[in-house]
C-alpha cells in the first residue's frame, strides 16, 4: 500500500467520520503499518489485528473454528468473518478486501 493511496484512504474516512480496523494474515500486518506510517493516523486509524495462525483467528476476531475447517484459512468465507469480527471490537465500518480482488461490502 503506498504513501498516496493511503492519503486518499485517510481523506475519504475524516471526510465520513469514519475509523478503520484492519484484519490481516498472510500481509502480516503490511496493511496497518502503511497506513499508521502517515502522521495523524490515530484520528481514523483505531486498530488493527494481525491474525497468521488458526488459533489467533477464533481469538480476538472470533472466527468459528469450524468455518475454518469447512472453508480453510484463506478462505473468503473465513475473510468476511475476520473482517465482522474487527468491526465487532472496534468503532470501524464493514469492508474487506481479499486476494487482490479489492474491496467489497460486507453482506
Known amino acids: 500500500m503506498n504513501e498516496a493511496l493511503c492519503r486518499e484512504l485517510a481523506q475519504l474516512l475524516l471526510a465520513r467520520g469514519w475509523m ?3 484484519a490481516e494474515s498472510c500481509t502480516g500486518g503490511l496493511i496497518a503499518a502503511a497506513c ?3 502522521a495523524g493516523s490515530s484520528a481514523w486509524f483505531e486498530r488493527g ?3 497468521y495462525s488458526n488459533a489467533a483467528k477464533t481469538d480476538s476476531p472470533g472466527v ?3 468455518l475454518i475447517e469447512q472453508h480453510g484459512a484463506v478462505s473468503d468465507v473465513v ?3 475476520m473482517a465482522f469480527g474487527a468491526t465487532r471490537y472496534s468503532q ?7 486476494r487482490n480482488r ?3 461490502r460486507r453482506q
Open 20 to 22: 478503520l480496523a484492519t
Open 36 to 38: 499508521t506510517e502517515l
Open 49 to 51: 489485528f494481525v491474525t
Open 64 to 66: 468459528d473454528p469450524a
Open 79 to 81: 475473510a468476511r468473518a
Open 92 to 98: 470501524a465500518r464493514g469492508r474487506r478486501g481479499h
Open 102 to 104: 479489492g474491496p467489497h
